[in-house]
């Protein structure tokens, strides 16, 4: 079965540089969600878009953004890199609408931001 | 807002044996799902087993079974038979019940790292 697609899975960015991870959700999946996991720490939830629009947002900076296209894969954009921002980002996507969906979560972006 | 907490940072079982992990949650919802999640070394998340708040009865699969106390708001994690492949972190997760749309997000524990001892 096709699973959700993270890419690139590796990053390697220097402080005040760009990066933009990508997800592709699962095929009929609307829903795509956004986690941060911090070294030694539990997944936080960061933002999610629901058909295309945004649903839910979390303790994302004002220095990320994302969105989610026509096809519904979606794109995490983080500007001024930080040393902090280096941590592993999970997309999950689940098909909404029913109030029962499931999150599937990708392998993950490790980023490290030296 | 949501909490959910697991007082065990760690965790040790002998293989073959037994093992139970702690999780406790605060709302003030009344329908809602809870989860645990596996994350081994490969940092991939895997749903081991979750359960709808309005079920009273409490969820199993295969190895793996829950112990859901809704008006305790705790809901722990038995491990029967536990194999060298379970060794991991171990995430609790609550999840909001909305009835129109399923897209609320997960709000994790700090997780239980969870060792098999040979």
């Known amino acids: 079965a096709a699973g959700v697609i993270q890419s690139p899975r590796h990053l390697i960015k220097e402080k005040r540089e760009t990066a933009t991870l990508k997800c592709y959700p699962i095929?009929?999946?609307?829903?795509v969600y956004w986690y941060q996991q911090g070294p030694g720490q539990d997944p936080q939830f960061l933002i999610s878009?629901?058909?295309?629009?945004?649903?839910d947002k979390g303790s994302i900076p004002d220095r990320f953004s994302a969105q989610q296209f026509s096809d519904y894969h979606s794109e995490l954009n983080m500007s001024s890199l930080e040393l902090g921002d280096s941590a592993l980002y999970f997309c999950?996507?689940?098909?909404?609408?029913?109030?029962?969906?499931?999150?599937?979560f990708g392998p993950g972006t490790r980023l490290t931001v030296t | 807002a949501q909490t959910v907490t697991q007082s065990q940072p760690e965790m040790s079982v002998q293989e073959a044996e037994t093992v139970t992990l702690s999780c406790t949650y605060d709302?003030?919802?009344?329908?809602?799902?809870l989860f645990w999640y596996k994350q081994p070394p490969s940092r991939q998340m895997i749903l081991v087993i979750r359960?709808?708040?309005?079920?009273?009865q409490n969820a199993t699969e295969n190895r793996f079974s829950v112990n859901f106390q809704k008006a305790a708001k705790s809901f722990s994690l038995k491990i029967s038979d536990s194999q060298l492949g379970d060794a991991a972190m171990y995430f609790c997760?609550?999840?909001?019940?909305?009835?129109?749309?399923?897209?609320?997000?997960?709000?994790f524990g700090t997780g239980t790292r969870l060792t098999i001892i040979p």
């Open positions: 709302t003030s919802e009344s329908d809602y799902y």
């Open positions: 359960q709808e708040a309005y079920k009273q």
């Open positions: 997760a609550y999840r909001r019940l909305i009835s129109n749309f399923g897209n609320e997000k997960l709000t």
């Open positions: 999950a996507s689940s098909l909404g609408g029913t109030g029962d969906d499931e999150q599937y």
């Open positions: 095929p009929r999946h609307d829903t």
């Open positions: 878009f629901y058909e295309k629009m945004q649903s």
